[in-house]
């Protein structure tokens, strides 16, 4: 069965590095998404993207955060300059796409734990 | 926009006994509901959705939820709960048309022999 698969499975980084979580999306899917979890609290959606552009992103969304899909497969969250509140675990989704938009349920990776120090 | 409410943070049930988890939604007009689930060290998993027809749900494994739209609810429930139900449940809700969805806090579900 296919499935989302996302790199690392937990990093540790120090406080003002930059991190890249990697995610595979289904390979037929068009839509990409990324949603973070603190520790405790809601699923929170992050960012949309479509057609090698964000389509849709939170507030959460800032300047810090970008993404990108560098080839054919990967589809990579980048956060420039970490802060302790971006700890948290970070789920990849992936969606195929219908006439004029997504279509069907999220796909989602099992998760990408972020601890930052 | 859309936002769910999920009672309880816990629920903890005998195996055999029934399951019942709570998820209040609050939209301006009927949305997308779903209720996903994630075990322990697993990504979030589509258990079941409402979009549009029967307002009974059936899902994986003996879960189904119902869509009441007078109380705003999407209950989850499974008649007879299994040790392997241990996990977090999440209710979750999109405009409709749209697949993005919002998700509640979450509620931990224990199995107790």
């Known amino acids: 069965e296919p499935e989302v698969t996302q790199t690392p499975s937990h990093q540790v980084t120090q406080m003002g590095q930059e991190v890249i979580l990697r995610c595979v999306p289904i390979?037929?899917?068009?839509?990409f998404y990324w949603y973070r979890q603190i520790l405790g609290q809601k699923v929170e959606f992050l960012v949309s993207?479509?057609?090698?552009?964000?389509?849709?992103k939170s507030e959460i969304f800032d300047d810090q955060f970008s993404v990108e899909r560098p080839d054919g497969s990967n589809f990579t969250l980048k956060i420039r300059s970490t802060k302790l509140e971006d700890s948290a675990m970070y789920f990849c989704?992936?969606?195929?796409?219908?006439?004029?938009?997504?279509?069907?349920?999220?796909?989602f990776g099992e998760g990408s734990r972020l601890t930052v120090l | 926009a859309q936002s769910v409410t999920q009672l309880g943070s816990h629920v903890s049930v005998s195996e055999g006994a029934l399951v019942l988890l709570r998820c209040n939604y609050s939209?301006?007009?009927?949305?997308?509901l779903f209720w996903y689930v994630q075990y322990p060290n697993q990504g979030l998993q589509l258990l079941l959705k409402?979009?549009?027809?029967?307002?009974l749900v059936k899902g994986i494994n003996g879960f189904e939820a119902e869509f009441k739209k007078s109380e705003t609810s999407f209950h989850l429930t499974k008649p007879s709960a299994h040790m392997s139900d241990a996990a977090e449940y999440f209710c979750?809700?999109?405009?409709?048309?749209?697949?993005?969805?919002?998700f509640g806090r979450g509620t931990s579900l224990i199995v107790h022999p």
């Open positions: 390979s037929n899917h068009l839509y």
């Open positions: 409402y979009t549009t027809g029967a307002t």
């Open positions: 979750a809700v999109s405009a409709r048309g749209s697949y993005i969805p919002t």
């Open positions: 939209s301006s007009v009927p949305p997308y």
């Open positions: 993207f479509y057609n090698n552009e964000i389509s849709e």
């Open positions: 989704a992936s969606s195929e796409s219908g006439a004029g938009g997504p279509r069907g349920e999220l796909f």
